[in-house]
C-alpha cells in the first residue's frame, strides 16, 4: 500500500466501489482518511451529511444503513451509541466498519496504533506500553488494549482516579498478567521503563470539579523536560486531536511518533477497505 | 443499468461529466443516490452546503444556479420554494433537475416509484393504487398522480380529512374516472383490492389539534395484521424516511417492496443522467 | 486548460493527485470552482466540514493542516485569521493555497480577474480600472491591486470614507502612480473614463450608521443607467456574491462579465493547481 501511494498516488485496487461514510459525530482524521484511502484505492466516497439528512426526520438507524446499503458497497459508521454496531451487524445487507461507538471502541484506530508501534520499533513483542490522559472515554485505549491481548506485551496505566480505565478492560489486563502500574501520576520512572508513551486528551468537561481538573491537568503535559527521562527509541503517540497535553516543543523530538501514526493510518485503512471490499 | 452495476460497480457512461447537487432541505436518499447514480456512470459529483455557503450572503437562487452551471454540466436542486423550478427553467444555462420544489412536486420519485411497480408487478396497466397517509403534503403522491395520468389504473385515497389530496390534483384523478374511492379509514375492504399500497409519513407537526392526531394515527400503521386482508401479491411501497406507520415486522413480508424500491431510484436516477447529460 | 475542458471534459494531467479543501468561512465559488478545477483535472478532492470536524475539540490550526498533509497532496485552505497563511508556510509539509484570509488578500481571486481582463479587452496594459463599494473589506480588492503593481494601468477608487482602501494598499497605489481619481460617489466622468468597473458589495452590516448606509447604497448601484456613460467596450465585473448593487438588468449587457469571470476562475484555478500539483 505505502509502496503503490508513494509511486503511483491512487492505486486501481477499488476500482468502480462504492464507500458510503456516515459520521454521526464530529470527526476530521477518521472520516478524511477513510475518504483518502478509498479515493487512492481508485474507488469512489459518498459522505452522508447527518445534520442534513433524514435522520432529522426521524429516521431509524437500521432505516438509514438499508439505505445506504443500496447505493453503496460497503459503510463506515461512526455512531453515539454503543450499541450502533449491533443494530449495524443484525441489519445491514453490505459490510459496515465502526468508525468508533460513543465511549466504547475504535477498533480502526487500535489497527493503525498496532502498525505504528510495529513501523516505529520493529515489533510489539516484549515492549512497555504507558497510556496516560482519559482512560475511561478514551475509546482508543479501550480498542487497543484488546488487541494487545494477542501480543506479549507489559502495560502501565497513568490516570487520575476519576478518569481511570472501565473495570471490565482493566480486569482484562490484570488477567492477562500484563498490568504492571497503575498511578494517578505519570513519574520519571514510568517514562523511564516506557517504549511506548500513548496519550489521550484529558477533557475539561469530563471533571465535575473543576478545581481538581486545574490540579490534575499539568501532571499530564508531556514537554521535553519529561522525555529526558525516556528511553532514546521510545515513541510518544497520540490518537489526535491534542489540547495542550502534548506540548508543541516535542514536535521537533524525532521520538514524536504522532503525524507518522496518522500517515500510517491512510495505509492501514486502505489495506482494511481492501479486505473488505475488493472484488 | 442494473445488469451494469451488477457486474462492473461503474460504468464508463458520463466519464468526464461533472454534476452539481444542492439541496436547500434536508435529503438523504435522493441527494445520497444522485451522487452514487452519477458515481456509478463513471462521473463526478460537487456537492454544494447550502448552510455554509453564499446563501448565507444573500445570494439570490438565479445567481447561484448561474454560478454551478460554470463549474458542472448539469445541476440537481431541491429547494423550499414551489416557483424554484420556473426560476431554473428561465435562467440555468444547464439542465436542472427538480429533486423536490417544496410541497408541489418531486418528479424523480415519481419515475422510481413507477418503475418500482413495473419491477414488481410486471405491468402498471390495471392496478389499483391506494395512497395513505398525509397526502396533502407528501409531493412524491402528487407526482406520482399526474404520472398515473398516462396509465389505466384505478386510484383509491386513504387519508385524514385535514391530510387529503390538494384540490386540483384530486379533481384530474376525478376527471380521468382514475379515483374510485376516498375513504378517512383504511378498511379491510380497501387493502384487499389494492394491487399496490403506497404509504407516507402522518406528520405529527402538520397537525393543529394533537388530540386528533393521537386519535388518527394508528388508523395508518401498517402491519403483519393489516396485510393479513391483502393479496398476496400486492406490494407495501413508501418513499421512506418512515416514522411508525410501517411497522418493523413487516421488513420481513415479502409484499414489503420499500427497500428494492431505494435500489430501483438508483437505476432509474443513472438513467435519467445519463438521457440528460450524456455526449 | 479551456480548450481541453470543452473537448474532454475531464483531463488527466492530475490523475492521482489528491487536494484538501478547508474552509472556515462561507464559499461557494471558491470552494465550488477548487473543487470542479481538480475534478476536471483528472484529481480527487476532499472536502473538511470545519464545523463537524476536530476543530471544535479545540485543535489548533497547524495540527489541522498536518493532519490533512497527511492525507492529500495540496491544501486549499480559507480561514478568517490574517494570519492563518503564515502557520499554512511555516507547518505544512504539502503546498497550500490562500483561497482567502480574513479581510487581507484572495490571491486566486486577483489571477482570475487579472485573467478576465486580458481575456475580455485583450491586454491589462494602458486601462484605466475603476473599484466601487466596500474596498476596506474586500479582499479581492487588495489582491488585485497588489498584482495590478506589475502593469501599466491607471486606478479609481470610489467608496464611502468609512469603507475606503486601507492606507497601505492606497499608499502603494500612490507611489506607483496608478492612483487617479479617488470619489466617494459615481460619477458620469468616472465611469466614462473606466475600462473595468470593478463592483464589490456593500456590506449594511459594517456601517454603524444605518442612516448613512441608507444614504449611501444608492451612490453605487449599477444599472443601465449608469451604464449610459460607459464605453462600449468597457467590462462590469463583481466577485460575487451579489445583492443589490448591480441590477438585474445589466445581467443581458453585454459589457457584464461577472458571470463569464466565474468561467474564467475554473480555468485559472485548473491551471494553479497543475503548476502546484503536477509531478
Known amino acids: 500500500m505505502r509502496l503503490g501511494v508513494q509511486r503511483e498516488g491512487v492505486l486501481d485496487i477499488l476500482k468502480g466501489r462504492v464507500l458510503c461514510t456516515m459520521f454521526y ?7 478524511t482518511s477513510f475518504d483518502a484511502a478509498m479515493q487512492r484505492l481508485g474507488g469512489r466516497t459518498i459522505a452522508i451529511s447527518t445534520e442534513h439528512s433524514s435522520t432529522v426526520k426521524g429516521e431509524s438507524l437500521q432505516d438509514s444503513l438499508r439505505t445506504l446499503a443500496c447505493y453503496g458497497d460497503a459503510i463506515v459508521l461512526r455512531h453515539p451509541e454503543e450499541d450502533s454496531v449491533d443494530v449495524a451487524a443484525k441489519f445491514s445487507p453490505v459490510p459496515v466498519i465502526n468508525g468508533g461507538n460513543g465511549s466504547k471502541e475504535h477498533p480502526t484506530q487500535a489497527f493503525l496504533d498496532l502498525f505504528t508501534i510495529r513501523e516505529e520499533l520493529g515489533t510489539v513483542t516484549g515492549l512497555t506500553i504507558t ?12 480498542s487497543l488494549c ?11 496505566l497513568v490516570s487520575p482516579p476519576q478518569l481511570a480505565l472501565p473495570a471490565d ?11 504492571i502500574k497503575e498511578s494517578t501520576e505519570l513519574t520519571e520512572d514510568i517514562v523511564a521503563k516506557s517504549d511506548v508513551l500513548y496519550c489521550t486528551r484529558v477533557q475539561k468537561e469530563r471533571f465535575a ?16 523536560k519529561t522525555l529526558k527521562a525516556a528511553k532514546p527509541s521510545m515513541v510518544v503517540m497520540h490518537p489526535l486531536p491534542r489540547n495542550a497535553e502534548v506540548a508543541g516543543e516535542v514536535d521537533f523530538d524525532q521520538r514524536a511518533a504522532y503525524f507518522r501514526q496518522m500517515r ?14 475488493a472484488p
Open 209 to 224: 470539579d473543576l478545581a481538581e481538573y486545574e490540579r490534575l491537568k499539568d501532571t499530564f503535559i508531556i514537554d521535553n
Open 131 to 142: 497510556f496516560t490522559g482519559d482512560l475511561r472515554h478514551g475509546r482508543t485505549v479501550h
Open 146 to 156: 484488546k488487541l494487545l491481548q494477542y501480543y506479549d506485551v507489559q502495560v502501565q
Open 264 to 277: 500510517y493510518g491512510l495505509y492501514c485503512r486502505m489495506a482494511l477497505l481492501a479486505l473488505v471490499m
Open 25 to 31: 459525530e464530529p470527526s476530521t482524521r477518521t472520516s
Open 169 to 179: 478492560i482493566r480486569d482484562m489486563l490484570k488477567a492477562s498478567g500484563q498490568l
